[in-house]
């Protein structure tokens, strides 16, 4: 990896991350590593305090499992150090709540950052720096090899937690059609940290997101899906009388993805690829248009 990385940590959250992206190669990517406490203040007047001595200078700025008002402390950081992109992953809902994210932001003075919730939804974004870094990190991308059983499973990018390549191995021998649902099962024994508090902004846990990832890079590389919520188009009413209701409510669709978009006729299509089944459309459609189907997908 082509870039400095430096990292701000805090909790078993961030030792894990570092220790994949160590474990992965990438060790002399990291130039430096500040650890804070997990029980700073939630609120702090005076940042000087915290800011770390002896910065280096680096290109990107990671930001693990820091709560709190002690986020805002990455512009200051990054004036410091010469970052211009930092990306900060967000696995609890109340780790950094939207308004504090907008004043992060406001505060960034030119510093490119990114929320990832979770960090396993990172794409790239169009910033050279960030993208070097999701080049091998973020939302998972693999290669599955075999014809009926799962032989081989080669990691393009991973979870930068390691739940991608701990999954991977543990799917190895099982039936190719098991392995969609299988995904979602070890990815809860790695185990995945993501809280299972429902996030009040996308209307789901986080800990389910970084499930739905780990399925949709399975479904992808087989080509098909096992179970899918699905538009029934002679019901749906598109935008006449629900203006999308679904794209609106997806889970998905909030942090980012494409699973519910608008075909010609104006109704709803849902991608099977990256739909996680977790029926909130089906609850919320006022037609009753959307149900889930439990058989071979084609994608
Ligand atoms: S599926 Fe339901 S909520 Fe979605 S566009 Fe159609 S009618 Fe509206
Ligand atoms: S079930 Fe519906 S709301 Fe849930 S992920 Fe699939 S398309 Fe989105």
New binding site residues.
């Given amino acids: 990896m082509n870039i400095k990385i430096f990292i701000l940590s805090s909790g078993d959250y961030g030792s894990r991350i570092i220790n994949n992206i160590a474990n992965r190669g990438f060790a002399s990517s990291i130039v430096g590593l500040h650890e804070f406490s997990e029980d700073l203040p939630e609120f702090i007047d005076d940042f000087n305090n915290y800011i770390p001595k002896d910065l280096p200078e680096c290109d990107l700025i990671l930001s693990l499992g820091l709560k709190g008002d002690i986020n805002m402390i990455l512009t200051e950081i990054a004036s410091k150090t010469g970052a211009k992109s930092a990306i900060v992953e967000i696995h609890d809902p109340a780790q950094l709540p939207i308004g504090l994210q907008r004043e992060i932001e406001a505060s960034s003075n030119g510093l490119k950052i990114v929320f990832a919730k979770p960090l396993c939804s990172l794409q790239p974004v169009g910033d050279k720096i960030i993208d070097e870094f999701a080049k091998y990190f973020g939302k998972p991308e693999i290669e599955i090899d075999g014809e009926r059983f799962v032989k081989k499973i080669n990691v393009i990018r991973g979870a930068p937690c390691g739940s991608t390549w701990y999954v991977a191995e543990k799917l190895e021998g099982i039936p190719l059609e098991d392995a969609e649902l299988e995904s979602g099962n070890k990815i809860h024994n790695y185990p995945c940290i993501a809280s299972m508090a429902t996030d009040s902004i996308v209307g ?1 846990t986080i800990l389910h997101l970084a499930g ?1 990832k780990i399925k949709e890079a399975v479904k992808e590389s087989l080509g098909f899906a096992t179970r ?2 699905v538009v029934d188009e002679s019901s749906c009413r598109g935008g006449e009388d629900c203006e999308h209701l ?1 794209i609106d ?5 909030k942090i980012g993805g494409n ?2 978009t608008v075909n010609d006729n104006g109704k709803a299509v ?1 991608n099977s690829a ?9 609850r919320e459609c006022p037609y009753g248009a ?1 149900e ?1 189907i439990e058989e071979k997908i084609d994608l």
Avoid: L, R
């Fill in positions: 789901d739905y899918s919520a679904c409510i997806c889970p998905n669709v699973t519910i849902i990256s739909c996680g089944c977790c029926e909130i459309c089906i959307i889930i």
